[in-house]
């Protein structure tokens, strides 16, 4: 089953944050996140193994609750360069991407 | 490195044509991944390999569509005859392991007209 995400369009202005979550109706073993920009391939964000375990760089930061099947992006303070379409991948016995989320940062 | 190459990077053709897709992955990596992009679908896992296997290809659509990976260095996806509907981009993505983070390539475009 491809895991949800919410929401599927978000408006920011520049340094603005943002929530993106991801539930997935299958027990996750670990869940992947990828930006897409238009008309370019996807690029890793993060890798998150284990329940409870948060991670980030920059500003870009995500947790995952494994008991809920879900796991939420946080984009901090965002930039231009965040704009694109967000992809979280649930990870059981192969990688699963999601319905994704369109980002647009304006100025 | 230079990443996961894939060609053409565009391709044109008519309906009941065959088409084949190429694909070279990252060095080193192990898995091998194929999926179709379109906007109605989204992002699709057609079919993936580890050390040249297919594991799963549960999500190859059709008798028309097979894969292949003759070396670690190369892998082909062929659709046979080719329909308006496959039209879509088609990546191809590696990682050291099924589970591990993807290295996607630039894409085909596909155009079945």
């Known amino acids: 089953q491809q895991p949800v995400q919410s929401p599927q369009a978000v408006i920011l202005r520049e340094g603005e944050d943002a929530v993106i979550n991801c539930s997935s109706s299958?027990?996750?073993?670990?869940v992947h996140w990828y930006r897409q920009k238009h008309g370019e391939a996807p690029i890793f964000l993060m890798i998150?193994?284990?329940?409870?375990e948060q991670k980030g760089h920059d500003k870009i930061s995500a947790s995952f609750n494994e008991k809920k099947q879900q796991s939420s992006l946080y984009l901090t303070a965002s930039q231009l360069s965040y704009s694109g379409t967000y992809f979280c991948?649930?990870?059981?016995?192969?990688?699963?991407f999601g319905t994704g989320t369109r980002l647009q940062v304006f100025p | 490195d230079a990443g996961v190459i894939q060609s053409p990077r565009h391709e044109v053709t008519e309906m009941g044509q065959e088409v084949t897709l190429r694909c070279k992955p990252i060095?080193?990596?192990?898995?091998l991944f194929w999926y179709r992009q379109t906007m109605m679908r989204g992002l699709e896992l057609l079919i993936y390999?580890?050390?040249?296997?297919?594991?799963?290809d549960s999500g190859m659509p059709e008798d028309r569509f097979s894969a292949k990976m003759p070396n670690a260095s190369f892998s082909t996806l062929k659709i046979q005859p080719s329909e308006p509907r496959d039209s879509a981009v088609y990546f191809c993505?590696?990682?050291?392991?099924?589970?591990?983070?993807?290295?996607f390539g630039p894409g085909t475009r596909l155009t079945v007209t």
């Open positions: 993505a590696s990682s050291s392991g099924g589970r591990d983070e993807q290295y």
């Open positions: 299958k027990a996750l073993y670990s």
């Open positions: 998150l193994l284990k329940g409870g």
């Open positions: 991948g649930s990870s059981t016995d192969k990688l699963i």
């Open positions: 060095s080193g990596h192990n898995s």
């Open positions: 390999f580890n050390n040249n296997v297919p594991i799963d």
